[in-house]
T-cell receptor, first 112, second 115 residues
């Protein structure tokens, strides 16, 4: 089983739509969680951290369910500029240091 | 601009060449990382340095040799690579590798093609 699993997509949505991505992780000792965004042929950039209480940043809402080892990202009112690959990232202690484990990413295409 | 600079951005090399990738961070971080990103695969952690000391070598072949002269600079020396080593090589830095969120900031990467 992969350490972090995501639906690769692509998700094709029109502008203004609401879209949700899900992610599951296998290591119950994971301590922190993130969504990174990666544009085509560019580096990953932190989109937001994910907290158990849920957190929101503008049109983006992230949720964490530790019991189910499940993370989600909701994007409301999609913009063309939201087209990118969204990486689910889990941070776990590994032999004394923290290690980020990346999913393969979910590709989002927003069309006019 | 994330404060992590990688050079070169693109590199084409033959299997018998020796080349080096360079990474520099201006964020005052203590930890630096090398990742490999191949098509349709997740980012793979290769090496971790914390306060210039290597804390992780993720079963990487010896044809990849990292060097960390100080907390701001990280190199990846390449020799006798194989075509399957063609990928995007990403450098990242974070405050440290201990407790905390461990948010990592990435450079733009070096796109490597091995012929």
């Amino acid at each position: 089983r992969k350490e972090v699993e995501q639906d690769p997509g692509p998700f094709n949505v029109p502008e203004g739509a609401t879209v949700a991505f899900n992610c599951t992780y296998s290591n119950s000792a994971s301590q922190s969680f993130f969504w990174y965004r990666q544009d085509c042929r560019k580096e990953p950039k932190l989109l937001m951290s994910v907290y158990s209480s849920g957190n929101e940043d503008g049109r983006f809402t992230a949720q964490l369910n530790r019991a189910s080892q499940y993370i989600s990202l909701l994007i409301r009112d999609s913009k063309l500029s939201d087209s990118a690959t969204y990486l689910c990232v889990v941070n776990a202690l590994n032999t004394g240091f923290q290690k980020l484990v990346f999913g393969t990413g979910t590709r989002l295409l927003v069309s006019p | 601009e994330t404060g992590v600079t990688q050079t070169p951005r693109h590199l084409v090399m033959g299997m018998t060449n020796k080349k080096s990738l360079k990474c520099e961070q201006h964020l005052g971080h203590n930890a630096m990382y090398w990742y490999k990103q191949s098509a349709k695969k997740p980012l793979e952690l290769m090496f971790v340095y914390n306060f210039k000391e290597q804390t992780e070598n993720n079963s990487v072949p010896s044809r990849f040799s990292p060097e960390c002269p100080n907390s701001s600079h990280l190199f990846l020396h390449l020799h006798t690579l194989q075509p399957e080593d063609s990928a995007l090589y990403l450098c990242a830095s974070s405050q440290d590798v201990g407790e905390g969120e461990n948010i990592q900031y990435f450079g733009a990467g070096t796109r490597l093609s091995v012929l």
